[in-house]
């Protein structure tokens, strides 16, 4: 299978460097607006890949790209600019189509195009990284447990180290998407249905078997997600989880990128110059995140709520060990969704979410050797899953 990486940035690094592992995989081809980043991700390919320069605004460009190849998997950032017209690309050429798209907009407009897949004869997973994606998976083991269920879902976690090395705080994309979903409105499951409402809301979430603490709502794909794979729940959320100070600070972000006093960008470009004078998240992560707001949670986790044998019931879900860093913990997962489909186990048609298109149980066993920070658990451990009845 011959395999087209868009993005040559952390996350599409790993995400070719782990798919240049499966024998299944033949080929694959880095593109990127810099060259020399393409041909450095290239050379860790273990001879399976080359390297090209492609702009993903050239649309005519990038899709003559995409054909000759039997999979796209997109890693261009921010996706609330770049994932719907890189899909549109990919139905043109009749290309199957993965992505890690964290943005709940372009994620809804994704899934609407099912039917223009469909008639490609394409398949379409998206947000298939680390949240979303382990995620999603996580909310898919626990659905199978509920009679009826009611809410789902899922949150991150800034307080938590990724490793024992963690990555430097960096104007990127990523961060761009930061400010996005903090900022204007989000989407999020209301009585059955989206609604568009302010981010930044203040909720009390409890753990089962950890207790209650403070979160914040902030905008991703998975009630967007969660909602469409299983319309029968009333309630969805993506809530980070972070100290108070740190969120009192992205709500004062907030109203000046409403205001229209900051752009996104600048937005970014302040939260990253001043956490790296320590003045915010780096102080903040290190000292407070570890004596205030208790208790501490995990990375990232699902919580489901409904009915499981006639009772009222609680469950909430993570893996136990992560793969160290983000862009890992991103990029791994990735490859394992498209290495699902190149040895034919991804049956869905269109455009799906990782929960419906995916093997949990599969996606799993195979993400676990990767996963050891803080420490390597059994491949047959990796979940937590917690449940509490009420």
């Keep these: 299978m011959n395999v087209l990486c868009l993005g040559a940035g952390g ?31 290239a050379g860790k390919g273990r001879g399976k890949a080359t390297a090209c320069s492609v702009s993903v605004e050239d649309a005519e460009g990038l899709t003559e ?38 943005d709940p907009e372009p994620t809804l407009d994704m899934l609407k195009m099912g039917k223009e897949a469909e008639a490609a004869g394409i398949v379409a997973v998206v947000g298939v990284g680390a949240t979303p994606g382990i995620t999603n998976m996580l909310a898919a083991k626990i659905y199978g447990m509920f009679q009826r269920v009611e809410e789902l879902h899922a949150a ?26 903090c900022s204007g409105t989000i989407l999020e499951c209301r009585d059955g249905r989206l609604q568009a409402v302010k981010p930044l809301a203040k909720v009390e979430l409890h753990y089962p078997g950890l207790g209650d603490r403070d979160v914040w709502t902030v905008g991703h794909p998975e009630p967007v997600a969660f909602s469409w794979s299983y319309p029968e729940i009333k309630k969805s959320s993506c809530y980070m989880v972070m100290p108070s100070l740190t969120a009192d600070y992205f ?43 208790h ?80 420490s390597r658990v059994a491949d047959d451990d990796i979940l937590d899953i917690v449940q509490e009845f009420s």
């Design 156 to 181: 991150w976690n800034i307080e938590e180290k990724e490793s024992d090395a963690p990555e430097a705080i960096a104007y990127s994309a990523a961060i761009v998407h930061w400010m996005q979903q």
């Design 295 to 374: 208790p501490r949670l995990p990375l990232f986790f699902v919580i489901g709520k409904g009915e499981i044998q006639g009772r009222r019931a609680t469950v909430a879900a993570t893996i136990k060990a992560n793969p160290p860093g983000m862009a890992r913990s991103t990029g791994v997962p990735l490859a394992i969704g498209i290495h699902q489909f190149a040895r034919g186990m991804v049956k869905v048609k269109g455009v799906a979410t990782p929960e419906k298109a995916l093997d949990a149980d599969a996606f799993f066993r195979e993400l676990a050797p990767y996963c050891t920070y803080p």
């Design 11 to 41: 996350m599409g690094a790993l995400a070719a460097e782990t798919l240049a592992g499966f024998d299944e995989i033949k080929k694959l081809t880095i593109a990127d607006l810099n060259l020399a980043a393409a041909e450095r991700v």
């Design 251 to 293: 709500k004062k972000l907030a109203v000046k990128i409403d205001a229209g006093r900051l752009t996104l960008e600048a937005a970014g470009h302040q939260l990253v110059d001043e956490a790296k004078n320590a003045s915010l998240l780096d102080h903040i992560l290190a000292v407070i995140s570890g004596i205030f707001d």
């Design 65 to 102: 790209l995409m054909r000759g190849h039997d999979v796209v998997a997109n890693c261009v950032g921010p996706f609330f600019r770049f994932a719907v017209p890189i899909l549109s690309c990919a139905i043109r050429a009749g290309v199957n189509y993965f992505d890690i798209c964290d």
